[in-house]
C-alpha cells in the first residue's frame, strides 16, 4: 500500500486548507487512515483518522471542531479540512493507513503500518 500526501502550502492565520491522502495499492475501505503532524523541533502527533468499514472518526484535542476528517472510498482518497487555522498547526503533515485496527489504537503511531511523505503546512500570523 502506498500514501501520497499533497494539499500543503501558505495560509493566513484564520484560513482554510484541505489536504488529500491518496491509497494505492489497497482498497480504502479496507483501511484506518490517520493524519499526523510534527511541527518544528516537536515530536509527531495525532490529528484525525477514519476508521476502516465502519468509518468512525477520531480526532486530537488541539484540532477538534476545527479540522474534519472524511474518506471517498471511490476515489480512494481521505482528506483533512482544516479552518480557523493558527500559526501553531504549522507542521509537516503525515497520513497512515493500516488494515488492523481497533478503535482504541487510531491516535497510536505504532498501530499504522503504511505512511505517507508528509506535504508541508505552513500558517502565518
Known amino acids: 500500500v502506498q500514501l501520497q500526501a499533497s494539499g500543503g502550502g501558505l495560509v493566513q492565520a484564520g484560513g482554510s486548507l484541505r489536504l488529500s491522502c491518496e491509497v494505492s495499492?489497497?482498497?480504502?475501505?479496507?483501511?484506518?487512515v490517520g493524519w499526523f503532524r510534527q511541527g518544528p523541533g516537536m515530536d509527531r502527533n495525532f490529528v484525525a483518522a477514519t476508521k476502516q468499514f465502519g468509518g468512525e472518526r477520531s480526532y486530537g484535542d488541539s484540532v477538534k471542531g476545527r479540522f474534519t476528517i472524511s474518506r471517498d472510498n471511490a476515489r480512494n482518497t481521505v482528506y483533512l479540512e482544516m479552518s480557523s487555522l493558527r500559526p501553531e498547526d504549522t507542521a509537516v503533515y503525515y497520513c497512515?493507513?493500516?488494515?488492523?485496527?481497533?478503535?482504541?489504537?487510531?491516535?497510536?503511531?505504532?498501530?499504522?503500518?503504511?505512511w505517507g511523505q508528509g506535504t508541508l503546512v505552513t500558517v502565518s500570523s
Open positions: 495499492g489497497g482498497t480504502l475501505r479496507r483501511y484506518t
Open positions: 497512515a493507513a493500516s488494515s488492523t485496527m481497533i478503535s482504541s489504537d487510531m491516535a497510536s503511531e505504532a498501530a499504522y503500518a503504511y
